[in-house]
């Protein structure tokens, strides 16, 4: 499956909505929490399967602001395996040389998930492969509402006229500022929904669904997908004979 790849065509930025855990565990007669956890290896797989592979970002949707609203236990279960899971993989981060990022409203996380994660954004800060941004207590609309405010503020401060705000200011003020739009965006479990996820960045991305689970997700069907991504003919709105190259 490997050798397919076109490496020449590589998606820079590849972006995941890792769902069906609970659907997983619920098969297996087990707990929603009990998914969660057997989600951990597929995100090692992926992740190293991109910086195996030379993908630049990876950008991996963990919690969602929506995600609140879920039972507190589940909540509660889920910021805890956050705490252990970066505990216990950032050595193995260092190793493959990835650095870390989030994005998302990170400071209303419990604070040793914030700490946590912080810590491990410094230390791996200075890695050179593959970056993984992990999407926590994020929302695309929420993300355009702070931005929005932010622009809002410089044209009061005088720092610009509306006749300014243009694609790229917006795209400045972003969470994603400095990473590049996802060419590809997977999303396991068969629903076919963006879920609040990167609304401004996916509006050229290719999608992928797979009716997978993602505790089932493994790095060859991360290579399927990228397959399946180098025979789409991306045409950002021309006609096929003007994107033939
Ligand atoms: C995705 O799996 C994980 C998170 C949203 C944190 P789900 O927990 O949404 O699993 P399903 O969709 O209920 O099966
Ligand atoms: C999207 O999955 C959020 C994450 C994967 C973190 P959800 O399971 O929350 O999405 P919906 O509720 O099915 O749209
Ligand atoms: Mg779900």
Request: aromatic share 4%; net charge negative.
């Given at each position: 499956m490997k050798e397919k790849i076109d490496r020449s065509n590589l998606p820079q930025h590849i972006a995941v909505i890792m769902d069906g855990n609970g659907r997983w565990a619920k098969r297996k007669g087990a707990e929603r929490v009990f998914g969660h956890r057997n989600a951990i290896e597929a995100v090692r797989e992926v992740t190293e399967g991109c910086a195996e592979l030379g993908v630049g970002y990876l950008t991996l949707y963990a919690f969602s602001t929506e995600n609140w609203n879920r039972p507190r236990f589940e909540v509660e279960a889920l910021m805890q395996l956050l705490v252990t899971t970066i505990s216990n993989e950032v050595e193995t981060l260092m190793k493959n040389n990835v650095r870390l990022q989030s994005i998302g409203n990170t400071d209303k996380l419990p604070n040793r998930c914030y700490n946590k994660l912080q810590e491990a954004i410094e230390l791996t800060?200075?890695?050179?492969?593959l970056t993984l941004v992990l999407a926590l207590n994020y929302s695309g609309r929420w993300e355009i509402t702070e931005a929005v405010n932010s622009i809002a503020k410089m044209v009061q401060a005088g720092?610009?006229?509306?006749?300014?705000?243009?694609q790229q200011l917006i795209a400045g003020q972003l969470t994603t500022r400095n990473i590049p739009d996802p060419e590809l965006l997977i999303r396991t479990s068969?629903?076919?929904?963006?879920?609040?996820?990167l609304l401004w960045q996916i509006a050229y991305t290719e999608l992928y669904i797979t009716q997978l689970l993602w505790p089932d997700f493994r790095r060859e069907h991360l290579y399927e997908a990228i397959i399946a991504y180098q025979q789409r003919e991306r045409r950002f709105g021309k006609i096929s004979e003007q994107v033939k190259s």
């Open positions: 800060q200075n890695n050179s492969g720092q610009i006229s509306p006749e300014d705000i243009d068969g629903e076919m929904r963006i879920s609040n996820f």
